[in-house]
């Protein structure tokens, strides 16, 4: 093989790095996509009261009557939505939420690992149906200050269906509402 062909392999070789070159800068250029001046998504809240005003609670209509008729696996489907934030198998790990595996009736913010904020902490007692219908109705009116971004359920029967679900999380599950009370707080027949 004489230095001509040499020369021409070699040549062949450098223009296949340099035009590879060339169509990875030009594909860079076009194709690289915009960064945010601020990462992540921005969320939704509920506007706050105006300064000096104390932030209450908005009490949600009662759940009793709706979880009579609360469906388990239609609150396992809603869940789903809080399946980024949290897990519910017994003894899962905590993610950016505790694990909500036998919630009902457990203390606020006793999750084993998981750094609650004071507005939880505060709150005191056990996790009981009316607390948690409250809460998924409006994390922040019902803990001022709580590090859950989540607006809230505005929907009553998702919420019911969702508290039967978290009820069912748990080796003895609390019983549930059968039948719808009247105002008088007696069952009917």
């Keep these: 093989m004489d230095s001509f062909e040499i020369n021409k392999i070699l040549g062949a070789i450098l223009f296949t790095c340099l035009v590879t070159l060339a169509l990875n800068i030009a594909a860079s250029a076009i194709f690289t996509p915009a960064k945010p001046e601020k990462p992540g998504y921005e969320i939704a809240v509920v506007e706050h009261p105006a300064e000096g005003a104390k932030p209450e609670a908005a009490a949600p209509e009662p759940i009793g009557k709706l979880l009579a008729s609360a469906a388990v696996d239609k609150g396992e489907q809603s869940a789903k939505k809080c399946a980024a934030c949290h897990t519910f198998t017994k003894g899962g790990p905590n993610r950016v939420g505790p694990n909500l ?12 690992g998981f750094a609650y904020s004071d507005a939880i902490k505060s709150k005191g007692g056990t996790w009981t149906i009316d607390d948690l219908n409250a809460f998924l109705a409006n994390p922040r009116g019902y803990a001022p200050g709580t590090k859950m971004t989540f607006v809230g359920l505005p929907k009553a029967g998702e919420r019911a269906d969702i508290i039967a679900y978290l009820n069912s999380l748990a080796d003895n599950p609390a019983p549930l509402p059968k039948a719808a009370q009247n105002a008088s707080g007696f069952a009917t027949q």
Excluded: D, L, M, N
């Design 101 to 112: 595996w036998g919630i009902v009736s457990r203390p606020k913010g006793s999750e084993a």
